[in-house]
């Protein structure tokens, strides 16, 4: 693994499904962000962990939740996905607790019907 | 919060010119970056300034006024893979980023 991964790459959803987009990164960053990018509204943060053990919300955190059980991983979970959910998700991640670059996932397009 | 304003879309002539315009206005300012985002890719970093003035980078340049909370992006030589989404973000003080909806950039030959 070199950077940053996510998975699926693509899925759709029927309404009400759980799911789990999964985050992994091998650059020994603290911090951990999750956003969602939907035309015309640029990138929105989900929900961020400055360090393994703690997460917080961001800008629009209602339906999803996080975890941060150690520090490569960082999954977001859609407990009942909702069509308004159809989005792309990028991961991102960065050193010294945030203060650092942000640097991407490639991202997963999910689509809820 | 932030309030973050970009042009939506910007077209120039292949080895032109183009300057990207970034206002904002913030409750806490600790930097601005801009990300270049090719259709369908994640967004990659192209630059970082914290204090006013110009930083160059090869055909990228990035410069800031805190004082008018404003920024641009200048593209020199443009070239056709030059076309993509740029994306301006000002980090605050706890270290979030804030994404403005981006400048889509076309290059034409």
């Known amino acids: 693994i070199a950077g940053i991964t996510q998975a699926p790459t693509s899925q759709i959803l029927a309404a009400g499904r759980r799911m789990t987009l999964r985050c992994t990164q091998d650059m020994r960053h603290n911090a951990m962000y999750w956003y969602r990018q939907d035309l015309g509204l640029g990138l929105r943060l989900i929900h961020y962990?400055?360090?393994?053990?703690?997460?917080g919300k961001g800008e629009v955190p209602d339906g999803y939740s996080v975890s941060r059980a150690n520090t490569d991983d960082f999954p977001l979970t859609l407990a009942s996905a909702v069509p308004s959910q159809t989005s792309v998700y990028f991961c991102?991640?960065?050193?010294?607790?945030?203060?650092?670059?942000?640097?991407f996932g490639p991202g997963t397009r999910l689509t809820v019907l | 919060g932030q309030n973050i304003d970009q042009p939506t879309e910007m077209t120039a002539t292949e080895g032109a010119i183009v300057q990207i315009n970034c206002t904002y206005q913030t409750s806490g300012f600790n930097g601005l970056f801009w990300y270049q985002q090719h259709a369908g890719e994640a967004p990659t970093f192209l630059s970082y300034?914290?204090?006013?003035g110009l930083e160059e980078k090869g055909r990228f340049s990035s410069f800031l006024s805190r004082s008018k909370g404003y920024s641009y992006l200048l593209l020199k030589e443009l070239q056709m893979k030059d076309s993509a989404s740029y994306l301006c973000?000002?980090?605050?003080?706890?270290?979030?980023?804030?994404f403005g909806a981006g400048t889509t950039v076309t290059v034409r030959a």
């Open positions: 973000a000002v980090r605050d003080s706890d270290y979030k980023l804030s």
């Open positions: 991102a991640s960065s050193g010294n607790e945030g203060s650092d670059t942000q640097y």
């Open positions: 962990s400055n360090t393994a053990g703690t997460t």
């Open positions: 300034n914290v204090l006013d």
